[in-house]
């Protein structure tokens, strides 16, 4: 076999960015074709470097080209070799790695179904898998289809309505293996795809459910929530965030499959200096990582000194501030852009320029913390209330130092009201 080695190719190189290395990419594995290799290996060490890119966009887009490889190329091998990597947003890194480890187990039992062991045979020659995403889907999980091998896109994408949620009257006709991901409150406005209408569905025509429960998947054990995730908990797999609603470090995502082995069938490994025969639960059999620092702690910690009681009072009481700040703001003058169904407010104090001026001011003034987003077309500020130590003092005066930024920036003529 020939095979041809690329070389590595820096981002910050290329005017162009993730684009133009996608079609330095693929030229040179057409050209490898042409000349008549059997396979291209894709090299990567990036770095992500202070001020170069986005969290959103790491540097591990040649990786990701394998997709645009498939298709631009019919006969050669494609495979990739990833090497270290300083990846500013570990909390990105942490919920790519988390959907990647679920959605392989998904993919492991639809190809046993199907008569072919993807791990052992990979993906050559394999029944095709369709992958059924909302409009609203979030990038690590993009991400994460990139990772496998199944693309980020040939994916079929359901329309949203207004707060985010998948339609489910355009929910596709499935035929052959499918997987299927929803969302529990989406990032921007915390709404809930339809489970109820959807799962039993996707489960008629055999496809595996995957949930990114990132903030949502909480609400399952929390009475007065409950109702949002009606319908959640049919699905095969769920993933969720514990750097979030838990307030642990970074890079503590959480992977739940209904499956018993499922994971151990995408991800376990035996080597002969591994120790094998022993009857306890060898962790590096359900995770990417053979070895990784014990995460599971500080998530232990935070769960057991708050309690059950403790855990779903801050979920109450947080989506009970997140209203709050909804009322006050709007009381104001200024516009909700999403119903408060969860944690999550976005708030428009009038034109892009001003919104994220008071954004701006806002951080700069050090009372609060808020972040700028786009939602369906729109800037505006996000407002995520998720920590165990915020009190209904602290949002009083969260309402007024925003109210207070705002009214200093003049807005079409005039200024947001100030309480």
């Known amino acids: 076999m020939a095979i041809r080695l690329g070389y590595q190719i820096p981002n910050f190189s290329y005017p162009g960015g993730p684009a133009s290395i996608a ?57 990739a070799l990833v090497t270290g990597n300083t990846y500013r947003n570990p909390a990105i890194l942490a919920k790519t790695v988390t959907t990647l ?15 072919w062991n993807v791990e052992a045979d990979g993906l050559f ?43 489910a009257k355009d929910f596709p006709l ?32 055999g496809a595996w459910v995957h949930v990114d429960g990132a903030f949502g998947l909480w609400a399952l ?27 642990v470090p970074y890079d503590s995502g959480l992977a739940f499959v209904r499956t018993s082995g499922a994971l151990a069938a995408a991800m376990a490994i035996t080597a002969d200096y591994l ?20 995460r599971g702690v500080e ?16 979920f109450e009481r947080n989506c009970r501030q997140a209203r709050r700040f909804a009322e006050a703001l709007s009381a104001a003058g200024c516009e909700i852009l999403n119903d408060v169904v969860l944690n999550q407010v976005l708030v428009s104090f009038g034109p892009p320029e001003v919104t994220e001026r008071v954004v701006l001011d806002l ?27 915020t009190t209904d003092e602290d949002v009083e005066r969260s309402i007024e130092a925003m109210l207070r930024v705002a009214g200093r920036i003049p807005c079409r003529g005039g200024h947001v009201a100030e309480p």
């Open 174 to 205: 499935l035929r052959g293996p499918a997987i299927v991901c929803l969302q529990a409150g989406n990032i921007n406005s915390g709404a809930f795809d339809p489970f109820d209408e959807v799962i039993p569905v996707a489960h008629e025509a």
């Open 125 to 167: 020659g394999a029944p095709p898998i369709t992958v059924v995403i909302g409009d609203e889907a979030h990038p690590t999980l993009l991400k994460s289809l990139g990772l496998l091998g199944l693309g980020r896109d040939r994916l079929l994408s359901v329309p949203t309505d207004g707060q985010g949620r998948m339609s």
């Open 363 to 389: 951080q700069a003034e050090g009372t609060c913390w808020c972040g700028t987003t786009r939602w369906h077309g729109r800037a505006a500020m996000r407002i995520s209330v998720c920590s165990w130590a």
């Open 23 to 79: 079609d330095t990419v693929v030229r040179q594995a057409r050209e490898a074709e042409a000349a008549g290799f059997d396979a291209v290996l894709v090299m990567d060490h990036f770095y992500q470097l202070p001020g170069i890119g986005t969290p959103d966009q790491p540097m591990l887009e040649c990786y990701t080209t394998l997709g645009a490889l498939a298709t631009a190329t019919s006969t050669i091998q494609l495979s």
């Open 275 to 294: 120790p094998t025969g022993d009857a306890r639960r060898s962790p590096s059999d359900f995770t990417p990582e053979l070895s990784r620092r014990a």
């Open 221 to 247: 054990g929390v009475p007065s929530l409950k109702h949002l995730a009606a319908g959640m908990e049919t699905a095969d797999s769920w993933a969720t965030d514990a750097h979030k609603w838990l307030n």
């Open 299 to 314: 998530v232990w910690a935070a769960m057991r000194s708050l309690g059950r009681s403790g855990l779903v009072e801050m």
């Open 101 to 115: 480890d679920v959605v392989s187990a998904g993919r492991a039992i639809l190809g046993i179904g199907a008569g």
